[in-house]
């Protein structure tokens, strides 16, 4: 069993930067794929990004690519998000997630998630 808690959320004007942390519970973190998803009032949950276990290598999507990094400190249990010139419509509740060894961009694939942290960007 693997508890997720995000923080890190808050208002942010366009063109800031906020980072995001997910702290994880367990002795086997360095085996997770971590993933980054949101969802905004009215749509679908949306992936953001995923950092695979093992060589963490990172993928992201399309509408974040070039402006948010994601990484992670096994030693602390911890996956970072860092979200940079960011724009109103990156306003979301943002949700780790975590699927043992491979993880895709799809939300179906991770057994575990946090309870989400609110990110809201004004203009």
């Known amino acids: 069993q693997v508890q997720l808690v995000e923080s890190g959320g808050g208002l942010v004007q366009a063109g800031g930067s906020l980072r995001l942390s997910c702290a994880a519970s367990?002795?086997?973190?360095?085996?997770?794929?971590m993933g980054w998803f949101r969802q905004a009032p009215g749509k679908e949950r949306e992936f953001v990004a995923r950092?695979?276990?093992?060589?963490?290598?990172?993928y992201y999507g399309d509408s974040v690519k070039g402006r948010f990094t994601t990484s992670r400190d096994n030693a602390k249990n911890t996956v970072y998000l860092q979200m940079d010139s960011l724009k109103p419509e990156d306003t979301a509740i943002y949700y780790c997630?975590?699927?043992?060894?491979?993880?895709?961009?799809?939300?179906?694939?991770?057994?575990?998630w946090g309870q989400g942290t609110q990110v809201t960007v004004s203009s």
């Open positions: 997630a975590a699927r043992q060894y491979y993880g895709s961009a799809n939300a179906g694939d991770y057994n575990y």
């Open positions: 950092i695979i276990w093992g060589g963490g290598r990172t």
């Open positions: 367990g002795r086997t973190f360095s085996t997770y794929t």
